[in-house]
């Protein structure tokens, strides 16, 4: 069972950058898949940015690409989420996510594992 704890979230000014760390414990070596997602108020979750830990291919969303950056440590099972020049509708609950095989790597509803989230803040 595949256990995921995020870190990293805080409260920055608009044009301030955020690293969001993503520790994996448990059976990863089921996961072939993860992302970062995020969720704001009264929205939907919605996929940020993923990597597929075999091959390393990256996905993003239009609005973050070219400010985020997505890696992943496999020697510490840590996943990392590099932001910068941070916007206020960046504001959100981040969370990462994990699924041992995905079509759609920016689809909530393809991942199979979840951390608890850490909130991101920009004001």
């Known amino acids: 069972h595949v256990q995921l704890v995020e870190s990293g979230g805080g409260l920055v000014q608009p044009g301030g950058s955020l690293r969001l760390s993503c520790a994996a414990s448990?059976?990863?070596?089921?996961?072939?898949?993860m992302g970062w997602f995020r969720q704001a108020p009264g929205k939907e979750r919605e996929g940020v940015a993923a990597?597929?830990?075999?091959?390393?291919?990256?996905y993003y969303t239009d609005s973050v690409q070219g400010r985020f950056t997505i890696s992943k440590d496999k020697d510490k099972n840590i996943l990392y989420l590099h932001m910068n020049n941070l916007k206020v509708e960046d504001t959100s609950m981040y969370y990462c996510?994990?699924?041992?095989?995905?079509?759609?790597?920016?689809?909530?509803?393809?991942?199979?594992?979840w951390g608890q989230g850490t909130q991101v803040t920009v004001s």
């Open positions: 448990g059976y990863t070596y089921s996961t072939y898949c």
């Open positions: 996510a994990g699924a041992p095989l995905v079509h759609s790597p920016l689809e909530p509803y393809e991942y199979n594992y």
């Open positions: 990597i597929y830990t075999g091959g390393g291919r990256i």
